[in-house]
């Protein structure tokens, strides 16, 4: 042995692969993420990689509308939705390095080919491409020191651009070896017909689609509208070559949190323990199971108004929603949400034809001008008739705005995002703030510091004077209209350590009026819920139980 070095032998990491056949949607994001919170529960270290096939470097440019939400991690990455899953299953947090794509897999090759990085040689897909996803994997698993790494592939199994993936998986396992590396398979067991006869033959075939790329599944994640027949759990285990104790029921849940526990009662953290030769120390899922419980059965409700511009696809405010399930459950409360087309309030002859049931009401972000006008409409009816309010990104932007034309005058007030010839332009690109290209064309993207005014009410919130949150956007606050709109009464109670760009506002006499530059629901957790929907909630139920006094 050489000076310096250590007798303890080095443990290898686990490597745990969950792919999807058939179809696409079937909940691969939430296998993994249930799979990771159980095996955490057991006192190990994770790390978690997803898989996108698609040529873009990263989510950032994509349309909700075709792709749901982007979500923002703390380091600016802008990425796909299921890593916002990890972040609240696993309260672990991730980073640029924990996704990779089709164009950052090959950006990578073409960097290093036009450095002359291969010395002339042929660049192929295999092996240079194949050998920079086995890396990047590698790499990920090595920097959180991970017992285990969750590796999902989007997409499903037969897919042509997933084709590289699956061979650099393919080759990860002969590289690492079996009792290294295991597949989980997620699939649909559909019912069909007037008989109720669970179907196998798409599991089938999908598994034998894994077979011609070299894979083969180790435990098989079964969608199904109810639990599976015994019958055909054990028919899946014959004709798949999987043990019957690795064909797992995944019937429709209550909650995308009850997953969790649906795995743990058939065992599969144990058997993953098990065929991995892990040494997990105890479980905890005492918390959880709590929480759990709190959501699918709560004393109280409220309806909290959405007013977006993609409420035709609810996943483009996943996380909003995901934060309203947290703070809820905090509360013991249902939120039940009600998502408005910001064009519809903006079309309306009165807003409160579309707002005046609702118990509370959020604006979130979003870029471009339509339906701006309907959200500003949103946000005065919920100052004017001391609705609960919270607004997100965009949303603070518009309340400024709001404030600034109904309360000081200025009627034509505006952003130059949506108006660049307003004779008063409230929100504006900042000089110094437009060029800054290695943030996302010009962004604030990811985490960064926000300081509170002490004793207010966003610092009572967050029981703290300085925060750490999450931006996403390009316009700012004109200072040179804060001395106005603070001496109308509009408070800037969050800034950044400069002082110059701000985070947060609120209105002291209103019920509940708070509004922040930052995203708060991107670092929303089950157990740790996103302070202002805390106080939205709160709020809301304040409201409700006001207008209906128990007798």
Known sequence: MREGESSVPVKPTKYIVVTGGVLSGLGKGITTSSIGKLLKSRGLKLAAVKIDPYVNIDAGTMNPFEHGEVFVLDDGGEVDQDLGNYERFLDLPMGRANNITTGKAYKAVIDRERRGDYLGKTVQIIPHVTNEIRDHIKRAAKAADADVCLVEVGGTVGDIESAPFL????????????????????????????VGEQKTKPTQHSVMEM??????????VCRSETRLDPKVREKLANFCDVDKEAVISAPDARTIYEVPLLLEEQGVADWIVKRLDLHPE????GAWKTFVDRV????????????????????????????????????????????IDAEDVERATDPADILGSLDGVLVPGGFGPRGAEGKIAAIRFAREKKVPFLGICFGFQLATAEYARHVLGLADANSTEINPTTQHPVIDLLPGHTADEAKGATMRLGASEVRLAHGSRVAQLYHADVIYERHRHRWEVNPGYISKLEGAGLRYTGRDPSGELMEMLELPDHPYFVASQFHPEFKSRPERPAPTFAGLVEAARRRVEARHPKE
């Open 167 to 194: 061979e650099a998986l393919r080759q990860l396992h002969l590289e690492v070896g079996h009792k290294n590396m295991m597949f989980v398979h997620t699939t649909l067991v559909p019912v069909m017909g007037a």
């Open 211 to 220: 077979r011609r790329v070299g894979l083969h599944p180790d435990m098989l």
């Open 282 to 285: 105890g479980r905890d899922m």
């Open 296 to 339: 699918v059965a709560p004393t109280h409700h409220v309806t909290i108004g959405v007013v977006g511009k993609y409420t035709d696809l609810a996943d483009a405010y996943l996380s909003i929603k995901e934060a309203f399930v947290h703070a809820g459950a905090a509360q013991d409360t249902k939120v039940v949400v009600r998502w």
